[in-house]
């Protein structure tokens, strides 16, 4: 009877790994499948604007893949949004501005596109790409290492003078929300080793499963 007790004790001791493992492989695959089915359904518009201004001046992509690089163009009419801006801040009420802007806005601005998960080529304030008649463009490259839903920030760094004074405003421009797909065989093809270690461990406990039971009277 005790050998017969202490033998269900060995057995379940060695299945535990096994069905622990199962859980952790199988359970964020899951998890992040119906995460991105949800995402899917409500991320409906990807591109924000932060201020009643054309978006056709931002080129974005409707869907991406993980790990496959896209590209979010900026091609802006600096003037025109520099006296769109001014003429807002000529017309707030006092102890009013849009994002804390005072004074005047000059047509010459840097962009910056900030994340927190994607990969970014370009950090940073920068200076156009091109610039004729004050029409400017910015080109960033962005890989998506993770899936699901992910977002970025356009920013435009207003160079703005009051008082006599210079400064500098960090404005955001955009928002835009992703939903990126899962790309399976590209993270198998990444994380090869790690899945072949995962795959080796319960090879291993079954083995020695089998030479436990093979040792048995």
């Known amino acids: 009877m005790r050998n017969s007790e202490s033998e269900s004790g060995n057995n379940l001791n060695l299945l535990l790994p096994i069905a622990l493992l199962a859980v952790l492989l199988i359970v964020p695959f899951s998890i992040n499948a119906l995460m991105h089915m949800l995402a899917a359904k409500r991320v409906s518009s990807p591109l924000i604007m932060k201020i009643p201004f054309d978006s056709q001046t931002i ?27 001014n003429e807002i801040v000529s017309t707030a009420t006092e102890g009013t501005s849009i994002q804390g802007i005072i004074g005047t806005v000059s047509p010459s ?18 200076d156009p790409l091109s610039a004729y008649n004050n029409n400017a463009k910015w080109r960033w490259l962005i890989t998506p290492e993770t899936s699901g839903t992910h977002s970025l920030k356009l920013q435009l760094h207003l160079s703005t003078q009051h008082n006599g004074k210079q400064t500098t405003k960090v404005f955001d421009f955009a928002e835009a929300n992703f939903v990126v797909e899962a790309n399976m065989s590209e993270w198998l093809n990444r994380n090869a080793v790690w899945v072949m270690l995962f795959l080796a461990i319960p090879a291993i406990l079954i083995w020695k499963l089998r030479q436990h039971y093979a040792k048995q009277p």
């Open 109 to 126: 601005m840097k962009a910056e596109v900030v994340s927190e998960v994607f990969k970014i080529d370009k950090l940073g304030a920068q």
């Open 59 to 85: 080129s974005i992509p409707e869907k991406i893949k993980q790990y496959q690089d896209f590209e979010v163009t900026l091609n802006l009419d600096t003037n025109q949004l520099a006296r769109f801006l």
